[in-house]
Every structure is written in C-alpha cells, then in structure tokens.
C-alpha cells in the first residue's frame, strides 16, 4: 500500500464496525482522523472483501483528512462464502444491486452521522469498481472513483440480482473518475470506448487508461502486476478527486 502515501494527519482511530443491513450484519472498518474530517469515502473492496490490505488503505487515506469506512461485500448472503477467491467468485451471481446499494448507503450514513461529513466519495477496485459505477447513479454520493471496474457485467456474474448495468446509467453517474490499464482482460479497449461514448457530453467524468498496465495494478502492492509509480499518481488523482484538496 506504500503507493497510497501517508497524509500529514498522525493521529488516527481504526475500528471494525458492524452495520445491520437487510437484517444482515456486515462487518464494516471504520477510519477517521483526530479533529474534522474534510470529506467521507465508503470502500468497496475487490472480490477477495474486507481484510488487512483494506485497513490499512482506510487507515492511510483517513492521514489525508478522510473520514472511511470499508465494507464486506459478501455478508448480506445467506450463506456468505470463506476468504478463497475461487468460492467469492462463484457466488458473485448470488449477490442484490440493491442489496449492495443498500449497504454503501449504510457506510455512507455512518460517516454523515459520526463523522459530520457534508461530502461523501465511493471508490472500488476489481469487483467494487464495477459496483462504484452502479452506486455513482445514486443520489447518495457526491463523486466516484473506480479502479479497473467492469464496464459489463462478466457472463460468469450474471444472476437475477444483476439488474444495473454501468452503460445503461452512465448519464446518471456523479462525478467520475475510472482508471483502466490497456492489458486489463476484464475492460477490454471495446467497453473502454464504450464508456467513453456513454460520457461524451459529460466534462465531470474521466477516463485515465494507463499503457501496458494489467488489471489490479493499483491497489495490492504484493501483486506481480502492480505498478508504484503509476499507482501513485492514481492515488494522488483520486485525493483530488474526493475532496482532499
């Protein structure tokens, strides 16, 4: 996570929370700095959900003034599947857009109520990313940052809860950034292009495609693919971009 800097706030609370969605609890971490926070970020993680890396990204991004929380993306299922990605991605059908809808605005409405924040971000990596695009429709948010999200939603995720697709609500879309890399497998240049016709009478939507780069190349430095110089420059884009400065 070192590409994400640390900001010049020391003083930090890092707590796990649960939030009870839906009659589901969902385990939530919540970051905030000492004094006001100068805006609010809710994290929908990638397939892999609420873990250490994801902390430490909410405790990192609360050094800039943000007040964060983190969700688990899995816990409104009746049957949440265990930490191996392979079960996470089975069940990726069985996930609700509303569900999942309705769980960003929980995490959204803790940070209003507990942190006072008058702004409130979402940004996704993997997975959340093609769930930021689907939550950036709402009313709920203020602006939208998505990491490699998929533009269409993957054959092997399509259930009866996948309802909104990106390109059918890309008018409605707050404030957008989306980061690409030109390798990604899951953006292919086709739906990128597309994206990019969708946003075309938009001027508060970005698209940033970075040569060479492969799918996750921001967010999990441990990753072979990921890249720290330009993973910094997104990080500091994406600080701008909800409100840091």
């Known amino acids: 996570m070192a590409a994400l800097r640390e900001g010049p706030v020391y003083d930090v ?3 796990a929370r649960t939030l009870l969605v839906d009659g589901h609890e969902v385990p939530t971490v919540h970051a905030r700095p000492d004094g006001m926070p100068v805006a ?3 994290v929908h993680p990638d397939i892999g959900g609420l873990r250490p890396l994801f902390e430490d990204m909410a405790r990192r991004l609360a050094t800039h003034g943000l007040a964060v929380s983190v969700i688990e993306p899995f816990a409104g299922l009746s049957e949440p599947p265990g ?5 996470r ?4 059908k069985d996930l609700d857009d509303t569900q999942q809808m309705d769980i960003l605005t929980a995490a959204a409405d803790l940070l209003v109520v ?14 959340g990313g093609h769930y930021v695009f689907k939550a950036a429709s709402l009313d709920r948010f203020d602006a939208a940052v998505s990491f490699y ?4 939603t993957p054959e092997g995720w399509r259930g009866p809860g996948h309802r ?9 879309m707050v404030p957008t950034l989306a980061f690409f890399g030109s390798n990604d497998p899951y953006t292919p240049p086709a739906d990128i292009e597309a994206l990019r016709a969708a946003w075309s009478a938009r001027t508060d939507c970005e698209i940033v495609v970075v040569e060479g780069a492969e799918h996750g190349f921001v967010h999990d430095p441990d990753r072979d693919v990921h890249r720290p110089e330009d993973a910094a420059r997104a990080w500091e884009k994406t600080l701008e971009w909800v409100g840091t400065s």
């Open 83 to 87: 930490a191996s990605t392979e079960a």
């Open 164 to 172: 909104i697709e990106p390109l059918d609500v890309a008018a409605e």
């Open 114 to 127: 507990e942190d006072d924040v008058s702004r409130v971000s979402v940004l996704g990596f993997c997975m």
């Open 40 to 42: 609010g970020v809710v």
């Open 13 to 15: 609370t890092v707590e």
């Open 149 to 152: 999200g998929m533009v269409r």
């Open 89 to 92: 991605m089975a069940q990726v």
